[in-house]
């Protein structure tokens, strides 16, 4: 019987985000404004027609997306923490990390590396 995507064993899923300027800013500094947002599925990042994204900001969010895309332990804060503060102290700007779905992905369309055939590789 052929297995299933998900019992693949090379399969793995990762949870879509959206990281949007939350209503709670207060004196945004520049030209973006609360709502604007961007989508990140994978290691793609995408941004509606038209709307930009602070550059500034988008540089101390990253460093948190691929967190944000996995399953932690329930008391890791990487599971309860959403906000972000912008990185200009003069700017109130927060931005929201909210966990909108899950894309199943395979290893082995998104690395050049091989597993190893060991079930035990991850440990």
Same mark, same amino acid.
């Given at each position: #019987? @052929?297995?299933?995507?998900?019992?693949?064993?090379?399969?793995?899923?990762?949870?879509? *985000? $959206?990281?949007?300027?939350?209503?709670?800013?207060?004196?945004?500094?520049?030209k973006?404004?609360?709502?604007?947002?961007?989508?990140?599925?994978?290691?793609?990042?995408?941004?509606?027609?038209?709307?930009?994204?602070?550059?500034?900001?988008?540089?101390?969010? *990253? @460093?948190? *997306?691929?967190? &944000?895309? $996995? &399953?932690?332990?329930?008391?890791?804060? #990487?599971?309860?923490?959403d906000?972000?503060?912008?990185?200009?102290?003069?700017?109130?700007?927060?931005?929201?990390?909210? $966990?909108?779905?899950?894309?199943?992905? $395979?290893?082995?369309?998104?690395?050049?590396?091989?597993?190893?055939?060991s079930?035990?590789?991850?440990a």
């Amino acid at each position: #019987m @052929p297995s299933s995507p998900q019992s693949a064993p090379d399969v793995f899923t990762l949870f879509n *985000l $959206r990281v949007s300027i939350d209503p709670r800013s207060t004196n945004i500094i520049g030209k973006h404004v609360v709502g604007d947002y961007f989508d990140v599925i994978g290691e793609d990042i995408f941004l509606p027609e038209g709307q930009g994204f602070s550059l500034y900001a988008l540089a101390s969010i *990253l @460093p948190l *997306l691929p967190a &944000k895309q $996995r &399953k932690n332990h329930p008391n890791d804060f #990487m599971e309860t923490d959403d906000l972000i503060a912008d990185p200009d102290v003069n700017s109130g700007a927060v931005y929201h990390i909210a $966990r909108t779905g899950e894309t199943v992905f $395979r290893h082995s369309e998104v690395s050049g590396n091989v597993l190893p055939s060991s079930p035990s590789h991850h440990a």
